[in-house]
C-alpha cells in the first residue's frame, strides 16, 4: 500500500482532517516558506493529533514502518539547510516523529539525527533514472521532486514519472511535485512509490482545502489496492 504524507500543514484542524481522512504523515515546514510554522503552532498539531513522538532504530522505510505500526500518524518536521543541533532540537521541542530535508544537505548530515530521515532529491529535466541513482546515499529514504530554481518544494510542477519509476524498482522512495486529486491515481500505478507527497495540490487559494485531502487519499488508496 502507497503511504500518503500531506504536507504544508498549519492548522490542528488541518492535521486532523488528514488524519481522519487515512494520511500516514503529516508535514510540518520549519523551513523559509509561507507554509512555515512555528514551534508553538506544531505543538498545537502535535496535542490536536495526541500521542507522544516515537523513537525508531535504524533508518529507512523499516524504521518508519515501525514507527507507523505503533502510530497511526507521523509528523515530519521540513528543514532545509539547518545545522543538525538546530532540527534535533526543534524535534524535540515540536514532538516530531520524522525529519525531512529538503535544502543542499549532504547525505552525511543524515546520521547527525536524532529521528528517521526522508531526504529530498531534486530531479532535473533530462535527468536519467541512472543519474537519480547514482546521486542517492545511505542513511534516508528519497524524496523524488522537481527540481525548482524559485522554491525549495510546494512548487505544484511535476516532473517525469518515467524516471521515478525506475528509481522506484531499485529503492522505496517518496513521490512529491505536482501530484493532484486528479493525477495522483496515475502516478501510484506508473510509479508505485512507497509513498506520495503533497502540499499545493491540495490547496485551494493557498489554504489546505479538507475535500481535496479526503480525494487525494483517496485516489491514492485506491491506485496502490
Keep these: 500500500m502507497t503511504r500518503v504524507k500531506i504536507c504544508g500543514v498549519r492548522e490542528p484542524a488541518h492535521a486532523l482532517a488528514a488524519a481522519q481522512a487515512g494520511a500516514d504523515f503529516v508535514g510540518l515546514v520549519f523551513a523559509e516558506s509561507r507554509r512555515r510554522v512555528s514551534v508553538e503552532q506544531a505543538q498545537a498539531v502535535a496535542r490536536a493529533l495526541g500521542g507522544a513522538p516515537l523513537s525508531a ?4 522505510t523499516e524504521a518508519i514502518q515501525a514507527l507507523l505500526a505503533q502510530k497511526r500518524l ?13 532540527i534535533n532540537r526543534t524535534a524535540e521541542a515540536a514532538g516530531l516523529d520524522l525529519v525531512q530535508l529538503s535544502g543542499h544537505e549532504p547525505w552525511d548530515i543524515c546520521h547527525k539525527l536524532s529521528r528517521p530521515v526522508i531526504k529530498a532529491v531534486k ?25 525548482a530554481e524559485d522554491a525549495l518544494g510546494g512548487s505544484g510542477r511535476t516532473f517525469d514519472w518515467v524516471v521515478a519509476a525506475q528509481v522506484a524498482r531499485r529503492f522505496p522512495i517518496v513521490l512529491a511535485g505536482g501530484l493532484t486529486p486528479d493525477n495522483v491515481g496515475e502516478a501510484v ?12 495540490g491540495v490547496e485551494t487559494d493557498g489554504v ?17 489496492a
Aim: charged share 25%.
Design 74 to 86: 507521523l509528523l515530519v518536521g521540513v528543514f532545509a539547510d539547518a545545522d543538525p543541533e538546530t
Design 57 to 60: 532504530a535504524g533508518s529507512g
Design 208 to 224: 489546505k482545502d479538507v475535500a481535496k485531502i479526503r480525494a487525494f487519499i483517496a485516489a491514492a488508496r485506491e491506485a496502490s
Design 189 to 200: 500505478r506508473l510509479v508505485r512509490p512507497w509513498a506520495v507527497d503533497v502540499s499545493s
Design 123 to 147: 530531479v532535473k529535466p533530462g535527468m536519467s533514472g541512472q543519474e537519480v541513482l547514482s546521486s542517492l546515499e545511505p542513511g534516508a529514504v528519497p524524496l523524488l521532486d522537481s527540481h
